[in-house]
């Protein structure tokens, strides 16, 4: 018998809990993740990664199904790390190149995809912790390190490097301080 009967639920809500969350603490989890747009939309998006895997046609409805229901087009092959914040799923789009880190909050209409050249060949790896802003796009194969902010509206062209913050149309990027609040260094 399986040792732990929670094992496939538990991959669905790794962004919202811990692995070494009880049952009690995993059902409340499903609960709020059935109701709440922002942890439906990384359920939904872990639930097509796990059944595309298996049978791509069902990965691939069920992406449909979570940008009918949220907003979010989020190509279940993308490679995500554990505690993924969607704060407003609506408008992200990725796609299936993407490489996300660990605990990255995405805002709303977001894109992280491949330039779209049939010669350019690449999408964006996006490092651990990484924060983006609303509206940002990271287009290309291009890489953001980890610690980085990347800021609303911005445009990412061109890698930024760990510890770094991008801002602008086309992104600019600049040291940041060790305290991401408290702005860049000139």
């Not at 059935?34 to 439906?40: D, E, G, M, N, Y």
């Not at 407003?88 to 490489?99: D, K």
């Not at 194969?141 to 913050?165: K, Q, R």
Request: hydrophobic residues 40%; charged residues 15%.
């Amino acid at each position: 018998m399986n040792s732990k009967p929670f094992t496939g639920i538990r991959y669905l809500l790794q962004d919202q809990i811990s692995p070494q969350s009880g049952a009690g603490e995993t059902l409340r989890a499903l609960l709020r993740g059935l109701f709440v747009v922002r942890h439906l939309s990384t359920l939904l998006f872990r639930a097509s990664q796990s059944c595309g895997r298996r049978v791509p046609a069902l990965g691939a409805l069920l992406k449909q199904t979570n940008h009918v229901i949220t907003g979010a087009d989020l190509a279940w092959q993308a490679e995500v790390g554990r505690g993924l914040v969607l704060h407003h799923p609506t408008g992200v789009v990725w796609g299936p190149g993407v490489c996300i880190g660990r605990a990255c909050r995405v805002q709303q209409g977001v894109t992280l995809g491949g330039s779209g050249s049939k010669t350019a060949d690449g999408s964006p790896t996006i490092g651990d912790e990484v924060i983006i802003g609303a509206g940002a796009k990271v287009i290309g194969p291009v890489s953001v390190g980890s610690n980085s902010t990347i800021g609303a509206n911005a445009v990412v062209l061109s890698d930024v490097p760990d510890h770094s913050i991008a801002v602008g149309v086309p992104a600019r990027t600049r040291k940041a301080n060790a305290d991401r609040s408290e702005g860049v260094q000139e």
